[in-house]
T-cell receptor, first 115, second 111 residues
Framework: DTGVSQDPRHKITKRGQNVTFRCDPI?????LYWYRQTLGQGPEFLTY????????KSRLLSNRFSAERPKGSFSTLEIQRTEQGDSAMYLC?????????????FGSGTQLSVL | GEDVEQSLFLSVREGDSSVINCTYT??????LYWYKQEPGAGLQLLTY?????DMKQDQRLTVLLNKKDKHLSLRIADTQTGDSAIYFC???????????FGKGTRLSVIA
C-alpha cells in the first residue's frame, strides 16, 4: 500500500459549478478525515468517518458540501455551486481509529481554484 | 473553543539547532503531534508524544512537553536545508476528536 491517495491533484472550475474529489485511504484504516487548508493557515477539520458512518461535521461544512464513504473504503467530497471562497487545498487523511492514538496519514491534497 | 498557537516564522543557519514552539489550551489532551509540510504536498507525521511523557527523542528530533504550562516544543538538531518546511503542532483534544492544528511555523534554513 502506497499511502493515502487523492484525485485529482488540481481542479480549476468556474464559480457555480459542482466539483467532486476522491480519497483512497490506507487499506486497513477505519477512519477517514477531510480537512481544508488555505494559504498561511493550518488544516481545518471538515468531517470524518468511522468506516462508512459519518461521525462528525464541522460548522465550516456548509450545506453545499457533502461527503460520503459508501463502503467504508474510499470517500468522495462534493462541493455544489462553488464559490471563490471555496478555493483551498482539500486534504484527506486516514488513521487506524483505535484507542486514543490518532496518528493521521495525509494524502497530497486536491488544490481547488474557483474562478 | 480549543486552540493551538505557534509562532509563524523561524530562520536558522545550517548546522544549528532549531526550536519550534507551540502552546495549546486543552488540559485533557492525550497525544500531541508534530507534522511537516513541504511546498505543494500533504502533511507528513514527524513525531508525537503522549501526555504523560515529558520528553521524547527520535534521531535528530526532540519533543519537550510541559503540561503545566501547556507548552510543546520540537527541537531539530543539526538542521539541514532539507528541513526547510512548515511545521504544524496538532492536538487530539480529549483523545477522541479530530486533530486541531496550529497555523504552522515556517522554518527557513540558511546555508
Amino acid at each position: 500500500d502506497t499511502g493515502v491517495s487523492q484525485d485529482p491533484r488540481h481542479k480549476i472550475t468556474k464559480r457555480g459549478q459542482n466539483v467532486t474529489f476522491r480519497c483512497d485511504p490506507i487499506s486497513e484504516h477505519n477512519r477517514l478525515y477531510w480537512y481544508r487548508q488555505t494559504l498561511g493557515q493550518g488544516p481545518e477539520f471538515l468531517t470524518y468517518f468511522q468506516n462508512e458512518a459519518q461521525l462528525e461535521k464541522s460548522r465550516l461544512l456548509s450545506n453545499r458540501f457533502s461527503a460520503e464513504r459508501p463502503k467504508g473504503s474510499f470517500s468522495t467530497l462534493e462541493i455544489q455551486r462553488t464559490e471563490q471562497g471555496d478555493s483551498a487545498m482539500y486534504l484527506c487523511a486516514s488513521s487506524l481509529g483505535i484507542a486514543q492514538d490518532e496518528k493521521l496519514f495525509f494524502g497530497s491534497g486536491t488544490q481547488l481554484s474557483v474562478l | 473553543g480549543e486552540d493551538v498557537e505557534q509562532s509563524l516564522f523561524l530562520s536558522v543557519r545550517e548546522g544549528d539547532s532549531s526550536v519550534i514552539n507551540c502552546t495549546y489550551t486543552d488540559s485533557s489532551s492525550t497525544y500531541l503531534y508534530w507534522y511537516k509540510q513541504e511546498p505543494g504536498a500533504g502533511l507528513q507525521l514527524l513525531t508525537y508524544i503522549f501526555s504523560n511523557m515529558d520528553m521524547k527523542q527520535d534521531q535528530r528530533l526532540t519533543v519537550l512537553l510541559n503540561k503545566k504550562d501547556k507548552h510543546l516544543s520540537l527541537r531539530i538538531a543539526d538542521t539541514q536545508t532539507g528541513d526547510s518546511a512548515i511545521y504544524f503542532c496538532a492536538d487530539a483534544f480529549s483523545g477522541n476528536t479530530p486533530l486541531v492544528f496550529g497555523k504552522g511555523t515556517r522554518l527557513s534554513v540558511i546555508a
